[in-house]
Nanobody, 123 residues
């Protein structure tokens, strides 16, 4: 599967952005999906995920209550709605797909990665 993330940009603290990950292929529904991010000088970290099948969602503590992930298997998309953004949310955001892990949280769980999209939150 090929993944393409879009929707990043520059926003003020407290603002909102919506990222979209578009996937190619006919088996999108078979993958658990996740968003990861990498801030300058830091390792890439898990942000949020949605499972294949029942669509269970799970979040990193740092974004709970502010970010919402959703998937549309008919459109082969995974959206990330980010509200109440903070400067510490500034990072390159990546969408990724896992074929084998039901609730992936680790980079090693993911089989496919899209190119990142930059999110910059100014204070």
């Amino acid at each position: 599967v090929q993944l393409q993330a879009s929707g990043g940009g520059l926003v003020q603290s407290g603002g909102s952005l919506r990222l979209i990950c578009a996937a190619s292929g006919r088996t999108f529904s078979a993958y658990s999906m996740g968003w990861f991010r990498q801030a300058p000088g830091k390792e890439r970290e898990f942000v949020v995920g949605v499972t294949r099948g029942d669509g269970y969602t799970y979040y990193a503590d740092s974004v709970k209550g502010r970010f919402t992930i959703s998937r549309d298997n008919a459109k082969n998309t995974v959206d990330l709605q980010m509200n109440s953004l903070k400067p510490e949310d500034t990072a390159v955001y990546y969408c990724a797909a896992s074929a084998g892990t039901y609730r992936p949280r680790l980079e090693g769980n993911m089989n496919y990665w899209g190119k990142g999209t930059q999110v910059t939150v100014s204070s």
